[in-house]
């Protein structure tokens, strides 16, 4: 193998490490992030649902406004 295809894989695998351990941590978008709040059920009327987004299991994120 050439060395530029051994560092590559060194690297790939490295962040295969990484993003393993830190699943929930690695991913940039949460409830909170969103201003939004994780409700039990539905949304209110004036709020936008964004599916279980960080919320524990059958909860819902639901944001007043995204902008």
């Given at each position: 193998?050439?060395?530029?295809s051994i560092l590559v894989l060194l690297v790939l695998v490295v962040l295969?490490?990484?993003c393993?351990?830190?699943?929930?941590a690695s991913f940039p978008w949460s409830c909170a992030s969103l201003s939004g709040v994780c409700r039990q059920g539905v949304c209110l009327p004036s709020e936008l649902y964004?599916?279980?987004?960080g919320c524990g299991k059958g909860f819902l994120?639901?944001?007043s406004h995204f902008l």
């Amino acid at each position: 193998m050439k060395p530029q295809s051994i560092l590559v894989l060194l690297v790939l695998v490295v962040l295969a490490l990484h993003c393993k351990e830190n699943e929930a941590a690695s991913f940039p978008w949460s409830c909170a992030s969103l201003s939004g709040v994780c409700r039990q059920g539905v949304c209110l009327p004036s709020e936008l649902y964004f599916g279980p987004l960080g919320c524990g299991k059958g909860f819902l994120c639901c944001v007043s406004h995204f902008l």
